[in-house]
């Protein structure tokens, strides 16, 4: 059975579109989604502790047991949100998808992804650090590493892309590369708020 799940998340990565194809297909219920969901959460915990440090530098997951529940309320609430815009902004653009099949993709796309994001979602902070310590002090010496630059950004790419093929699949897009595009977009106006506040924060 272990064999079988990381066969499908293998599939998740290399076959986007067939593995979501085939996980609507069997009309699984909210018991499913939530085992997924909880499934994700903990691999992310564990692959946090697993991440070597050059990578992540002195970026670390929760400690001690409220701080998981919190990041475990974090994470549902988070879940909750993505799951109601990508049901209803699909829609929006002529999309299929109902509720319940936009909340079992993403609860999918966060299992396979558990591997993979918490390293390049810590490289990214660790980047951003730098490039704030820089920022406050352009005479001090540049933090910035190149393996975690690396891993952020090869590492955003993939998952942006297997966003993007979900996100066409659940919702009967033909083109993953107009899903892409609109991902983007919705990602440039935020980044360009938000990151002079996080620079001078």
Do not use: K
């Not at 929760?62 to 815009?85: K, N, R």
């Amino acid at each position: 059975m272990v064999g079988a799940v990381f066969e499908n998340i293998i599939g998740g990565y290399l076959h986007p579109r067939a593995s979501v194809r085939r996980l609507l297909s069997g009309g699984h219920g909210t018991q499913v989604i939530a085992l997924m969901v909880l499934l994700a959460f903990v691999v992310r915990q564990i692959m946090v502790i697993l991440i070597p440090a050059e990578i992540v530098g002195d970026a670390a997951g929760p400690h001690g047991i409220g701080s998981y529940i919190g990041a475990l309320i974090g994470a549902l609430i988070s879940f909750g949100i993505v799951t109601v815009l990508i049901c209803f902004v699909g829609r929006a653009f002529g999309g299929t998808g109902d509720l319940r099949q936009s909340a079992l993709v993403v609860a999918w796309y966060d299992v396979v992804t558990s591997i993979t994001s918490p390293a390049v979602e810590l490289a990214a902070r660790r980047n951003l650090e730098a490039m704030r310590a820089l920022a406050e002090n352009p005479e001090g010496p540049v933090m910035l590493s190149d393996s975690a630059a690396l891993v952020a950004l090869a590492g955003g790419v993939v998952l942006l892309w297997l966003y993007a093929a979900y996100i066409a699949e659940l919702h009967g897009f033909r083109s993953a590369f107009s899903v892409l595009a609109v991902l983007f977009a919705m990602m440039i106006l935020p980044a360009m708020l938000l990151t002079p506040m996080l620079m001078g924060a």
